[in-house]
Nanobody, 115 residues
Framework: VQLVESGGGLVQSGGSLRLSCEGSGFTFRRYDISWYRQAPMKGRELLAVSTGPSGNTEYEDSVKGRFTISRDNDRNLAFLQMNSLQPDDTAVYYC?????????WGQGTQVTVST
């Protein structure tokens, strides 16, 4: 089982990034896919969830209207489109896949937003 995030990097304030999460070794479409982030000296924060297999979405208030979660179950991919990025969005971003007792994490991808 593997989850691999990609797409992080350095972006200026107001810019955009699209993160990807590729799953393998499990039935991707069955799983709820979530994006979390963890900033230095802070706990891990849930940002957005896409429930499987319906694809219904929910967002944490601080990213609602700026971030969009989506998924392509045929390619075992999930995405997080992030717009209007601010320095407070600087963090390591993680993908999570969960179904019943199964709970998988990716290794994370760094997002840094400069002023």
């Amino acid at each position: 089982v593997q989850l691999v995030e990609s797409g992080g990097g350095l972006v200026q304030s107001g810019g955009s990034l699209r993160l990807s999460c590729e799953g393998s070794g499990f039935t991707f479409r069955r799983y709820d896919i979530s994006w979390y982030r963890q900033a230095p000296m802070k706990g891990r924060e849930l940002l957005a969830v896409s429930t499987g297999p319906s694809g219904n979405t929910e967002y944490e208030d601080s990213v609602k209207g700026r971030f969009t979660i989506s998924r392509d179950n045929d390619r075992n991919l999930a995405f997080l489109q992030m717009n209007s990025l601010q320095p407070d969005d600087t963090a390591v971003y993680y993908c999570n896949a969960r179904w019943l007792a199964n709970n998988y994490w990716g290794q994370g991808t760094q997002v840094t937003v400069s002023t």
